[in-house]
């Protein structure tokens, strides 16, 4: 289970090392984190507890204050040198039922200024010192980051990267002591072969690789990245922003990272001759606890693969989906590696839905177990919809009990709010306008709850009383990364600002006043459960590295240490930084995920704010002749007013024109609702297929272009050919159909294009023998190679699966290159 170490706080406050690495990054070296800061003792125990990195200029600046005084308290905003910036009274909150404590709270957002080393002060109390900087989270974003990278398994850690200590020999690779990854055994009954399963992260400190964790930590690094791009900042982690190998190949760092395991997790799928093809093992680790501490490539146990289970298929088929639509402009064989695996994955989980990880397999590694895998299934249709549109994967969506649910916290058991994120957010995503208004509020609803649960808490935490469980600061970084996607949604800023009071509570405004990442705050966790990074076990290791974040409280005292040192404690105080504290104190790539999201987002620069863009999908439409087609428009982002788009044609073909909803009115609460734009095609009498460019635009906004192609119905010249279309099975719904092109001619047909109209609503959802292509109701379907000639008396075949409503009718006629069959 994720294990984990933080190394000794570098600059608490980070007020340099932003800079520094600025200059690391711009030279090519890397600098090193000033030396840890010895926290004053007065600091060491003041009741008033502030975000001990600091706060953003156009933030909220919230602090809690620990008194039984009934009546409010003077307090004051200091400069380093002493100067009252600002004063005023607290706000008597009283009984914090999470920590016991009686709470008072402070608000200087109304402060504007800047500053390093600012204290607050009330009834004679000091906080620890902080900085008010739009640059604050800058480091933090980048060394959340570098813990992956310190993570890695099969590549040697650069210290030049990585810094001084930190530096290692590759684990795992098979060099002596390491029986290594790259020729691993199933257990006894799962295979008779073994795999190479090289890479990927260790989980935790233990040194074990798990599908399940990878896949929801290696989506969270790449949906910040999608996030970014969709807010117009994706530049602050692109290409040479981290300290990884990979800096300056093109790619931008957060992707190299994260292919460093979507590359393991395609290893650990079954391979296609084997049982239980398109599977994914569960996981690979020791086949015993290792000791701590040990380094990885000194680990001299045997590596086991441990049965595949439909819960890791389906995050394999998750994150490689997203992988397929993400990587694309970047590696287009890699983003089709993906796909396949991804398509594979699916079909192998729906053949073997029930097959679930043991919760007894706990020898040597953490057993991962989960009995509820419909939320697996519908975050895996919800990704591989949004990267092809297919029918089958939407109609899983949107069957899923899942579907309909309350968003709810993700988490690696809990898979089903990561796919509404993705329907929500991806543009052109193709689901009917109020579903994805309904999604949409779900996760506003969602973020809604948390923050009154904000409001509820002495110290501003979206997490309830009976909420400190193990991970419990991953639940809070979860949380904040909902309430930052309803600040996309909606840019309603009490969102932001309750993501960023989440962030409060993890680096010090909480029970024990102490900042749980590693190298942040004056007072930081240090001692984490890890084998590497374990100083506190051994004086010769370091401890663990800056941006590495600690569990949190956990009331279950689920360890010997938690049992000796917090019995009787309250939930918000049940938290040791001691290294054999595993339940409180770990570290785990699913916790350090949703904190480099949470870090990534708390450092947008948001003013100004970006253009709204039109986004329109799809981009090229086919419309038959006589007939119309529909396009879907909405805009990216909240405008300030309202806003009316315009949809004209601005060249190409006159036959081709903008109808019902060519004038389409956006205001800042229905912007990210779809409204239907009708192109039409008039009637004519050439057989030829014109195209036509429309111009979307609005004022204050960013335009979009959509092409659309006339589907012409006028005879050309006849082809020696003749076109077969029959319904093999229907059902309720859906259909497959088998279509064969014969040859009548006297000479071979040396590649086919066939084409034809459906007269009712079906759409095509997969085909075989065939490459497929639907835009509205034409249809092109392609030979694949093998199947291109035809000898003349010789026929091609293949089929497809469709849906439909109403009436099932055939299509009236079939083109063969351009050419009508006879």
């Known amino acids: 289970m994720p294990s984990v170490l933080t190394p000794a706080p570098t600059s608490p406050r980070r007020r340099s090392a932003a800079v520094l690495l600025a200059a690391a990054l711009l030279t090519g070296a890397f600098v090193g984190s000033p030396g840890t800061a010895t926290p004053a003792a007065a600091a060491a125990s003041s009741t008033v507890r502030v975000n001990q990195v600091g706060y953003l200029p156009d933030g909220p600046k919230r602090a809690t204050v620990v008194s039984s005084a009934t009546a409010p308290l003077g307090w004051q905003l200091r400069s380093a040198a002493g100067a009252v910036l600002a004063s005023g009274s607290t706000v008597v909150r009283g009984a914090d039922a999470a920590s016991g404590d009686a709470t008072h709270l402070v608000d200087f957002s109304a402060y504007g200024g800047t500053g390093t080393g600012l204290t607050l002060v009330v009834d004679g109390q000091s906080s620890y010192p902080f900085d008010i ?6 480091g933090l974003r980048s060394d959340s980051l570098s813990f992956f990278y310190q993570q890695r398994s099969g590549i040697a850690i650069d210290a030049a990267l990585a810094g001084s200590g930190y530096g290692r020999p590759a684990g795992h690779l098979g060099v002596a002591p390491n029986l290594g990854d790259v020729n691993v055994p199933c257990q006894a009954g799962v295979c008779d072969y073994t795999r190479d399963v090289r890479g990927g992260w260790y989980d935790a400190g233990d040194q074990g690789k798990y599908v399940v964790n990878g896949g929801i930590a290696a989506w969270q690094l790449v949906n910040s990245f999608e996030r970014a791009k969709r807010a117009g900042t994706e530049a602050a ?31 650990m799928q079954v391979p296609a001759d084997k049982p ?76 073997n839905p029930a097959l679930l990880a043991s919760a007894t397999d706990t020898t040597g590694g953490g057993g991962y177990d989960d009995a509820e895998v419909g939320d697996e299934f519908y975050w895996a249709a919800a990704e591989l919809f949004a990267t092809t549109g297919e029918s089958q994967y939407r109609d899983a969506v949107t069957g899923s009990s899942f579907h309909n649910a309350p968003a709810d916290t993700p988490w690696w058991g809990g898979t089903a709010t990561l796919g509404r994120i993705t329907l929500a957010t991806v543009p052109g995503v193709g689901l009917p306008a109020d579903d994805l208004a309904r999604l949409r509020a779900s996760l506003v609803t969602a973020a809604d709850g948390h923050l009154a649960t904000i409001a509820g808490q002495g110290y501003g935490v979206p ?32 969102y932001r600002a309750g993501a960023l009071e989440s962030l409060d509570y993890l680096l010090g405004r909480n029970a024990l006043n102490r900042s749980y990442v590693t190298g942040y705050g004056e007072l930081a966790s240090e001692n984490q459960h890890h084998r590497f990074w374990a100083h506190q076990s051994d004086p010769s290791l370091p401890h663990p590295p800056a941006g590495s974040f600690a569990g949190g409280p956990n009331a279950g005292l689920q360890d010997p240490v938690a049992v000796e040192r917090l019995t009787g404690c309250k939930p918000a105080k049940c938290y040791v930084d001691d290294i054999g504290s595993y339940s409180t104190n770990e570290v785990a790539i699913n916790w350090n995920a949703p904190l480099a999201w949470l870090a990534a987002f708390a450092a947008d620069r948001t003013n100004p704010p970006a253009t709204p863009q039109i986004l329109v999908a799809p981009t090229a439409v086919a419309v038959p002749e006589g007939g119309s087609a529909l396009a879907r428009v909405r805009l990216s982002a909240a405008p300030a007013q309202n806003v009316t788009v315009t949809v004209s044609r601005s060249s190409g073909d006159q036959d081709l024109a903008a109808g019902s909803g060519s004038t389409l009115v956006f205001t800042p609460a229905n912007w990210s609702t779809e409204q239907a734009v009708t192109l039409t095609a008039a009637q004519d ?3 030829s297929n014109g195209t036509a460019a429309f111009a979307l635009t609005g004022p204050g906004v960013t335009g979009a272009t959509l092409t659309a192609t006339e589907a012409d119905d006028d005879a050309p010249a ?18 497959t159909a088998t279509v064969t092109l014969k040859n009548t001619g006297t000479t071979p047909l040396q590649g086919w294009s066939l084409a034809w109209s459906f007269p009712g609503d079906q759409r095509i959802g997969n085909a075989w023998n065939a490459t497929v292509v639907q835009s509205g109701a034409a249809v092109t379907a392609k030979d694949v190679g093998w199947n291109g000639s035809v000898a003349p008396g010789a026929t091609a075949q293949f089929g497809f699966q ?16 351009g050419s009508v069959c006879a």
Do not use: I
Not at 248 to 264: I, Q, S, T, Y
Not at 718 to 735: E, N
């Open 718 to 735: 006849s082809a020696a050919c003749s076109v077969g279309y029959r319904v093999d099975s229907a059902w309720s719904g859906g259909f």
């Open 133 to 138: 900087s739009a640059s604050l989270y800058d």
């Open 685 to 687: 009498t050439d057989s």
């Open 802 to 817: 469709a849906t439909f409503s109403g009436s099932n009718p055939a299509p009236a006629r079939f083109t063969v290159n």
């Open 237 to 267: 982690l692109g290409d040479s922003t981290l300290r990884v190998p990979e800096r300056g190949n093109a790619v931008p760092d957060v992707l190299d990272e994260a292919r460093w395991e979507l590359d393991f997790l395609l290893r």
């Open 276 to 351: 239980l093809a398109g599977m994914a093992f569960h996981k690979v680790h020791d086949s015993a606890w290792t000791a701590l501490p040990t380094r990885p490539d000194q680990d001299a146990q045997q590596r086991e693969l441990h049965r595949p289970s439909t819960a890791a298929t389906l995050n394999l088929a998750a994150s490689a989906a997203q992988c397929a639509r993400v990587y694309a402009p970047y590696d287009a064989a890699f983003a089709a590696r993906c796909l396949d695996a991804a398509r594979r994955a699916w079909t192998a989980a729906r053949a």
């Open 463 to 494: 997490l309830a009383a009976d909420g400190y469980n193990w991970g419990s600061n991953s639940a809070v970084a979860n949380d904040a990364m909902v309430l930052g996607v309803a600040y996309e949604l909606t840019r309603q800023q009490r």
